[in-house]
């Protein structure tokens, strides 16, 4: 939960797990209360701007606040639902922090959905905590503005991905081979993921088998290489920038 000047009056923007319609009283959580009345001291008739991924973003008014709970009133929906494009994030979880930095990331660039892959040379996929990047998720899109949180799948082998993937959604292959090469964008719209492999890159079977995929669009993110972090926002802002919702 963080502080963002929100669209309407409220400062506060809030993710919540209820229906929002005017007049819609909302229940919070004790964390949310607690966000709220002890940290950031916040009074009945204080605004927060609320949104839940369907009702687009509503102005609400505190009419309860406690120590563990709390009560808001929504008032007036202050922005329609407004959903990203069609775009995956498949990425080999690296280091926590920076797996984290990945998913904000890629939530505030406009990723659809993101999926931690475990490659052949990943090493920590151990140490993935989805409920803590949903949190992260959930965060980014509160500040940013966004009226919409992205799906954090649950850990997936690559190889298990790749064998019941629908090829209607192709896949931009961030290949560390064509490092130096001209990155050649594709022109095509329609669903598309982005695949970023972990710190030691992809194995050679991997490269052959995503290669040999009718779906793949293997593409160089130029002369150097990048951390998968890098790779991961570098690659979301050239399909956005060519395919996405930033025209
Ligand atoms: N250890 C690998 C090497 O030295 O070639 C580098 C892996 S890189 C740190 C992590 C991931 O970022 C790669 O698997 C790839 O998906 C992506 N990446 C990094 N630089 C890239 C580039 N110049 N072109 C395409 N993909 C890149």
Known sequence: MVPLM???????RLYVEHPLAAGQRVRLSREQAH????????QPGDAVALFNGVDGEWQADVVAAGRKDGELTCTERSAPL???????????P????????????????????????QTEYTQDAKRVRVDKLRATAIEAAEQCGGTWV??????????????????????????????????ALPTDSGPWAILIGPEGGFSPTERDRIAQMACSHPISLGPRI????????????LWQQTLGDWG
């Not at 929100?6 to 506060?12: M, N, Q, V």
């Not at 280091?95 to 931690?116: D, I, N, S």
């Not at 954090?152 to 690559?158: C, S, Y």
């Open 6 to 12: 929100a669209r309407g009056s409220a400062k506060i």
């Open 35 to 42: 966000y709220l009345f002890g940290v950031m001291r916040l």
């Open 82 to 92: 407004q959903l990203p494009p069609d775009l995956w994030l498949l990425a080999a």
């Open 94 to 117: 690296i280091r926590r922090e920076r797996f984290a930095f990945t998913v904000e990331k890629a939530v505030e660039l406009g990723a659809a959905r993101v999926v931690p892959v």
């Open 150 to 183: 992205p799906e954090i799948a649950e850990i997936a082998k690559l190889s298990d991905v790749l064998r019941d993937w629908d090829p209607a959604r192709r896949i931009l292959f961030c290949d560390e081979g064509l490092a130096g090469h001209v990155p």
């Open 226 to 237: 990048l951390r998968a972090e890098t790779a991961a926002v570098a690659a979301i802002t």
